[in-house]
């Protein structure tokens, strides 16, 4: 059975770019399918990638997201290949977001099955510890989107494409804004 990994993404230090961290820890408390691991990466994306050489069948990353929704929107959003950047792999192991980890493994010959990313819209990542308002309520329905998603229920069906070939915004960083 090929693994699937669940990653929360963000830091909890700059408010609701710690959303992803607080999805998969509600997540890691919660009966899981047998081959799921969760894991709390917070801003060490190089760890991710490394991670990532060893196979993966399905790759859920949680993240704040910066896509123009009203906030505390969640949007499950399907990466394919044509939607991880080319070229020379540029790592600065401060700021590893999702897109640049995905195209650094890319780079070092790996590939996740399936990468689908669980995004939330950020009001608020000023410096702080503690989520907004509308991104904390989205937490208990990412993890619902989650587990929907493992188990291939009725909700995996509201997953959209990243970049040009589906229409979709794209993935930014909350703190590229």
């Known amino acids: 059975m090929r693994r699937t990994l669940i990653a929360g993404v963000g830091n909890v230090f700059l408010g609701d770019d710690g959303f992803g961290v607080e999805v998969v820890r509600r997540l890691a408390g919660r009966p899981l399918p047998a081959g799921v691991e969760v894991v709390d990466v917070g801003i060490r994306g190089v760890h991710l990638a490394y991670d990532l050489l060893d196979g993966c069948g399905l790759l859920v990353l949680v993240d704040a997201a910066a896509r123009g929704e009203a906030p505390g929107t969640v949007t499950v959003l399907e990466v394919g290949d044509g939607d991880v950047a080319e070229g020379p792999p540029l790592i600065d192991a401060h700021d ?46 990412a993890v619902r989107l989650i587990e929907s998603i493992l188990e291939g229920g009725p909700d995996a069906a509201r997953i959209h494409q990243v970049g040009a070939r589906g229409g979709g915004r794209g993935l930014r960083d909350p703190g590229d804004s």
């Open 96 to 141: 590893l977001g999702p897109d640049a980890v995905l195209a650094v493994v890319r780079r070092l010959g790996a590939r996740p099955g399936r990468t689908l990313v669980v995004a939330c819209e950020p009001a608020d990542v000023e410096v702080g510890m503690e989520l907004s308002a509308p991104v904390r309520r989205a937490v208990p329905e």
